[in-house]
């Protein structure tokens, strides 16, 4: 199994600005996926990122609006950019073990 | 893009019941886990289970990758069990992405 540090945990944000999230894991990682749940929704993949490479972005998101960064093995940054309310969510990552998918404890924005 | 189904979108039971919690998919996949999600976001891995049956506890996943679905047994309900339940699929060379079905709300009372 993998340990997921996330953080923050949650945080208020004024709309406009950014927010930085970073996901440490305990152990070296070839990729490191960025998840969203949209209030009362599912999870939705937003990108994965892969340690020396750019990130790969799903359809509906893109790099100007979620940077991404992923100096080494063990460590992922994903940023919120510019801000409005409907970037409210709860933002995760992720990893895979051998077989199974663990998680961060995910990140609670809200936007105001 | 392949479609993940869950059945039911909600449920509450007494503690102390059963349920059957179903996903289905409209394609092949490579693989398929089930989640819970707790009332504080966290998301716990239940099971990895592309093909046949698995058991843990009061819990037990069966999935049949050649009709494309799968079920979630909880056998004795706690109140503890209360949250959301996600299945969650990889399509075949799928690069380890996974697709999270639309989930079950259960809710278990006293």
């Known amino acids: 199994s993998a340990v997921i540090s996330q953080k923050p945990s949650r945080d208020i944000c004024q709309r406009g600005t950014s927010l930085t999230i970073q996901c440490q894991v305990d152990s070296q990682v070839t990729m490191m996926f960025w998840y969203r749940q949209q209030p009362g929704q599912s999870l939705t993949l937003i990108a994965t990122a892969n340690q020396g490479s750019e990130a790969t972005y799903e359809s509906g998101f893109v790099i100007d609006k979620f940077p991404i960064s992923r100096p080494n093995l063990t460590f992922s940054t994903l940023t919120v950019s510019n801000m409005s309310p409907e970037d409210s969510s709860i933002y995760l990552c992720s990893v895979v073990g051998v077989t199974e998918a663990f998680f961060g404890q995910g990140t609670r924005l809200t936007v105001v | 893009g392949i479609q993940v189904e869950q059945s039911p979108p909600d449920l509450i039971l007494q503690e102390g019941a059963n349920s059957t919690l179903r996903c289905n998919f409209s394609?092949?996949?490579?693989?398929l886990q089930w989640f819970h999600q707790n009332p504080w976001g966290q998301l716990i891995n239940l099971f990895y289970i592309p093909s046949g049956t698995k058991q843990n506890g009061r819990l037990s996943a069966t999935t049949v990758a050649t009709e494309r679905y799968s079920l979630l047994y909880i056998s004795s309900s706690q109140t503890t069990d209360s949250g959301v339940y996600f299945c969650?699929?990889?399509?075949?060379?799928?690069?380890?992405?996974?697709?999270f079905g639309t989930g079950t709300q259960l809710k278990v009372e006293l």
């Open positions: 394609d092949s996949v490579n693989n």
């Open positions: 969650a699929v990889e399509l075949t060379g799928g690069g380890n992405k996974l697709t």
